[in-house]
């Protein structure tokens, strides 16, 4: 089942195995995902004779709304699923993918995005080729793109033991408050004061995202940095700022009203500005399942549309 590992659990390829391959997918319930993939993923695993898995509440999404017939074994959780696959399949898109990260947490397990939904920067895989990508898997024609992790220090009191994002964290003011006063801190020095909406701090994976809407640069997979981003701030003058992933960040937080909500990718909580706030770099990283001819320079020409004349 497991490969023989060395590194951070998974080689690039050439990995020899002491049984039968087994292949996890995740999805959400959504007519997106619909039983078209799952049948093309059982019929090829089965010729190659790998295992499958599949997410219990998927697996009843498609027998409910689908009348899907197919007998394929589940797992219902990430213990369930570190415990008896040697890959993850996510099919969705970017969302879809954060939430694998809570599924697979620091296990090192790794993950092939097949993007079934809209902009997919994770999700690099086509639908339509997702038979060949799975065709690759099989055979270890796959490289391992190792992502950073950024870690919120003492977030099991909000996150419980998924205190950690791939994309982003932030902090927000609460509803339509008035906006918040965030005092900003670099291995204990002081930064500045953001007098915003909230504020951002990215990863490079994430620097596609939320970050890059609120005006952040765009930064490539392995630059081992951090991007610090205000939303929507008071002084126009205050820009975001790329500091190394090295350097542990704390903040203070204030306002007129004393509750504020910080998030992890898609997941969230309340604070006060009696809370200790600490983000460092996480002792593990996320592995995607990448092939040959696949760049992010490639990804980011198709997803935003750079170079692309729509005069015509």
Known sequence: MRPLSF???????????LCTMTIAVYARSTK?????YLEKLNHLLKSES????????????????YSFGLKIPTFSDSDDVIAKADYVICLGG?????????????????????????????????????EKAVSLLIKEKFTLDKRELLQYVNGGIFFNDVNYALNEFAIHKKD?????????????????????????????????????????????PDS????????????????????????????????????????????????TSLTEIIIKKADFRYNLISFEGQHFFETLRNKL???????H
């Open 7 to 17: 590194g951070e659990g998974w080689g690039e390829a050439k990995i020899s195995y």
């Open 32 to 36: 997106d995902n619909h039983p078209l």
């Open 50 to 65: 790998v295992k499958l898995l599949v997410f219990e509440p998927y697996l009843k999404f498609l027998q409910k709304n």
């Open 94 to 130: 970017d969302g879809t993918m954060l939430e694998t990260l809570a599924l697979v947490k620091n296990s090192g397990l790794p993950v092939l995005g097949v993007n079934t939904g809209r902009l997919g920067f994770l999700a690099s895989v086509s639908k339509d080729d997702i």
């Open 176 to 220: 339509s408050s008035a906006m918040i006063n965030i005092d900003t801190y670099v291995d204990g020095v002081f930064l500045n004061s953001y007098f915003a909406d909230g504020l951002i701090v990215s990863t490079p994976t994430g620097s596609t995202a939320y970050s890059m809407s609120c005006g952040g640069p765009i930064m490539i």
């Open 224 to 271: 081992e940095n951090f991007i610090i981003t205000p939303i929507a701030p008071h002084n126009l003058n205050v820009r975001p700022i790329v500091i190394s992933n090295n350097k542990t960040l704390s903040f203070k937080v204030t306002g007129r009203y004393d509750s504020f909500n910080i998030a992890l990718d898609s997941r969230s909580a309340q604070i």
């Open 305 to 311: 549309l750079w170079g692309i004349d729509k005069r």
